[in-house]
């Protein structure tokens, strides 16, 4: 583990960044390349020179490109996209430069134990289908900049009206896309 910590303690900080992001997604889960950069991209992780979209979106494969030993490559899935996750030690690691700034929700107990300073958030849908947070969780963690909805085994299974109440419980005011 010492090695590894050597090999993050050399990053440059915007990759450390995009690194502890991963640490949204649970072990072994299956991360789509261009939907993370995607997400690097939209929490403003990506330095770019230009405002150019294509370059933008360059500079955040290359970052995943500098990443990428950090990654595993999955079997090939049917829709020929790729598909990568952490080793298990590459992943605790990732959690543990978290720093609970970012935080995932794996099992029902842990909503209880979102660090107040989290500001991202990730919950892993439970096998019972359950989405639902008490209220108290959304107060307390209003100023979350990032709440990810994961689910590994269905595209769609969260309703409109699932996620209007939960935007809303952060707060009334509230927007989303």
């Not at 583990?1 to 960044?17: D, F």
């Not at 939209?42 to 933008?56: K, L, P, W, Y």
């Not at 100023?143 to 689910?151: A, G, I, P, V």
Request: net charge negative; proline share 3%.
């Amino acid at each position: 583990m010492a090695i590894l910590r050597l090999s993050y303690n050399y990053l440059p900080r915007h990759l450390k960044i995009c690194f502890a992001y991963c640490s949204l997604y649970p072990k072994d889960f299956e991360i789509q390349r261009f939907d993370l950069v995607d997400m690097w991209n939209a929490q403003g992780f990506i330095q770019s020179t230009t405002s150019n979209r294509d370059n933008v979106e360059d500079v955040a494969n290359s970052y995943f490109v500098d990443l990428l030993s950090f990654f595993q490559e999955t079997e090939e899935h049917e829709s020929f996209m790729q598909f990568y996750k952490m080793h298990d030690l590459i992943h605790d690691l990732s959690k543990e430069f978290a720093d609970g700034e970012f935080f995932s929700i794996i099992k029902p107990e842990d909503i209880k134990i979102v660090p107040d300073q989290s500001l991202h958030a990730s919950f892993l849908l439970w096998i019972n289908g359950s989405s639902e947070f008490p209220n108290s969780f959304y107060r307390k963690h209003m100023k979350l900049s990032t709440f990810s909805y994961l689910n590994s085994y269905s595209m769609s299974v969260m309703s409109n009206s699932t996620l209007e109440r939960m935007i809303s419980s952060f707060h009334p005011c509230a927007s989303y896309i």
